[in-house]
């Protein structure tokens, strides 16, 4: 057990727990396959188009007869489903729309605004400087090519590109349930009328929703009272991780970690050397993982973004990055460090010329939620940095 985990012991003790514990497959249809991650790949079983087709509604013809003023008899149709089965002869057209099989011996389309038809012949009007209207065969993608790699989070684009290769289901890891605790008699739920002293159970219902866009079912498990037993009694939900919000510092009523203790979870590492979030904990009993994250709000959202979603990436066997960190210069200059790392809620945006610029909240409190309505990164800083000033490169973590 440690006592104060670095950043980066932390992460890797999450990450190896995670992995061991990892939930395994199943299969789901595509219409279930939502925010799932893949553990295969997701191969195209036809190409697409599967034929060269049609991207206009018009006539398919020979490119050569495509002289303006020149006549040409209709002799057949092809429409999307019922293609022509013949061929196209010099000094014909086949009336075509959009999405259906180019007959064979075409090598255009005269689109119909381009055209006058008279009975059963169809004249040229406008001139054609080249072949086109025609959308070749797999131009999108061909049969046996990879159209989703394994590790890839199914979106609906996703789910529509496997449609398309005539994929009907998807291997994905099982979906972990995580449940969320919040605890301290001085909390409430949102919309309570507010007695001296009690404060708004702001993160649980944030956290929730995170673990759902993250790809894992939330489990609420309420807000238990500052005593061992309420604590112990909700720990007995299904769940493959309990996510604990509070009561893990050292007060007299700071009765969480016993109460973990209580129900068999060892503990893996008891504090993390980070800006906000020093109370975060990590533990596990035989069935369940334990995260404990602090109770000022920004100290738990930021936790939540460094921890709890490596968590859950590694119960569902997510690939290991192979990126580098992502970086952007700062728009203001940034105090040097401490001893711990630091993440400071900020802004990132692109210049005129495509660089990227991120500014920092003016106030970093550990308690303050209101930078979060903005915020769509965090700045990190190492432990002992020294002071940055404006336009310095500096290390970022992306939050939506």
Same mark, same amino acid.
């Given at each position: 057990?440690?006592?104060?985990?670095?950043?980066?012991?932390?992460?890797?003790?999450?990450?190896?727990?995670?992995?061991?514990?990892?939930?395994?497959?199943?299969?789901?249809?595509?219409?279930? %396959?939502?925010?799932?991650?893949?553990?295969?790949?997701?191969?195209?079983?036809?190409?697409?188009?599967?034929?060269?087709?049609?991207?206009?509604?018009?006539?398919?013809?020979?490119?050569?007869?495509?002289?303006?003023?020149?006549?040409?008899?209709?002799?057949?149709?092809?429409?999307?489903?019922?293609?022509?089965?013949?061929? =196209?002869?010099? $000094?014909?057209?086949?009336?075509?729309?959009?999405?259906?099989?180019?007959?064979?011996?075409?090598?255009?389309? =005269?689109?119909?605004?381009?055209?006058?038809?008279? $009975?059963?012949?169809?004249?040229?009007?406008?001139?054609?400087?080249?072949?086109?209207?025609?959308?070749?065969?797999?131009?999108?993608?061909?049969?046996?090519?990879?159209?989703?790699?394994?590790?890839?989070?199914?979106?609906?684009?996703?789910?529509?590109?496997?449609? %398309?290769?005539?994929?009907?289901?998807?291997?994905?890891?099982?979906?972990?349930?995580?449940?969320?605790?919040?605890?301290?008699?001085?909390?409430?739920?949102?919309?309570?009328?507010?007695? #001296?002293?009690?404060?708004?159970?702001?993160?649980?219902?944030?956290?929730?929703?995170?673990?759902?866009?993250?790809?894992?079912?939330?489990?609420?498990?309420?807000?238990?009272?500052?005593?061992?037993?309420?604590?112990?009694?909700?720990?007995?939900?299904?769940?493959?991780?309990?996510?604990?919000?509070?009561?893990?510092?050292?007060?007299?009523?700071?009765?969480?970690?016993?109460?973990?203790?209580?129900?068999?979870?060892?503990?893996?590492?008891?504090?993390? %050397?980070?800006?906000?979030?020093?109370?975060?904990?990590?533990?596990?009993?035989?069935?369940?993982?334990?995260?404990?994250?602090?109770?000022?709000?920004?100290?738990?959202?930021?936790?939540?973004?460094?921890?709890?979603?490596?968590?859950?990436?590694?119960?569902?066997?997510?690939?290991?990055?192979?990126?580098?960190?992502?970086?952007?210069?700062?728009?203001?200059?940034?105090?040097?460090?401490?001893?711990?790392?630091?993440?400071?809620?900020?802004?990132?945006?692109?210049?005129?010329?495509?660089?990227?610029?991120?500014?920092?909240?003016?106030?970093?409190?550990?308690?303050?939620?209101? #930078?979060?309505?903005?915020?769509?990164?965090?700045?990190?800083?190492?432990?002992?940095?020294?002071?940055?000033?404006?336009?310095?490169?500096?290390?970022?973590?992306?939050?939506?």
């Amino acid at each position: 057990m440690i006592r104060m985990a670095s950043v980066e012991q932390a992460l890797d003790l999450i990450v190896r727990y995670g992995r061991e514990r990892a939930l395994g497959l199943e299969t789901v249809v595509l219409a279930a %396959a939502e925010g799932r991650r893949l553990a295969e790949a997701v191969v195209a079983q036809v190409s697409q188009p599967p034929a060269d087709v049609s991207a206009m509604d018009g006539y398919a013809v020979r490119f050569t007869d495509m002289k303006l003023g020149a006549t040409l008899k209709v002799t057949g149709e092809s429409r999307a489903g019922v293609p022509f089965t013949g061929s =196209l002869k010099p $000094g014909e057209a086949i009336r075509i729309f959009t999405g259906a099989y180019v007959p064979a011996g075409a090598d255009h389309v =005269l689109i119909q605004e381009d055209t006058k038809l008279e $009975g059963d012949h169809v004249s040229v009007i406008f001139e054609q400087p080249r072949p086109e209207n025609i959308r070749r065969s797999a131009l999108d993608f061909s049969r046996g090519a990879t159209l989703v790699p394994a590790g890839h989070v199914m979106s609906e684009g996703a789910i529509s590109l496997a449609a %398309a290769g005539n994929v009907a289901k998807v291997v994905v890891a099982k979906t972990p349930r995580i449940g969320v605790l919040a605890n301290g008699d001085e909390l409430v739920a949102p919309g309570a009328d507010l007695a #001296p002293g009690q404060v708004v159970n702001s993160i649980q219902p944030a956290l929730l929703a995170l673990i759902r866009r993250w790809g894992a079912i939330p489990v609420d498990l309420g807000l238990s009272r500052d005593t061992e037993e309420d604590v112990r009694k909700r720990l007995a939900a299904p769940c493959d991780v309990i996510v604990s919000i509070g009561g893990a510092s050292v007060g007299d009523y700071d009765v969480v970690r016993t109460a973990f203790a209580a129900e068999g979870f060892a503990p893996i590492f008891e504090k993390i %050397a980070v800006k906000p979030g020093k109370p975060t904990w990590f533990s596990a009993n035989a069935t369940m993982l334990a995260l404990g994250l602090p109770g000022n709000p920004a100290a738990a959202m930021v936790t939540a973004q460094l921890f709890l979603r490596i968590l859950i990436d590694a119960l569902t066997s997510a690939p290991a990055s192979t990126t580098g960190p992502q970086r952007a210069h700062t728009a203001t200059a940034l105090p040097k460090t401490g001893n711990r790392e630091e993440y400071l809620r900020a802004i990132l945006t692109l210049d005129s010329e495509g660089r990227a610029h991120i500014r920092a909240a003016e106030n970093q409190d550990s308690s303050l939620l209101s #930078p979060f309505l903005t915020a769509n990164a965090l700045i990190r800083r190492p432990p002992n940095t020294p002071a940055a000033e404006p336009g310095a490169l500096v290390d970022i973590i992306m939050l939506r």
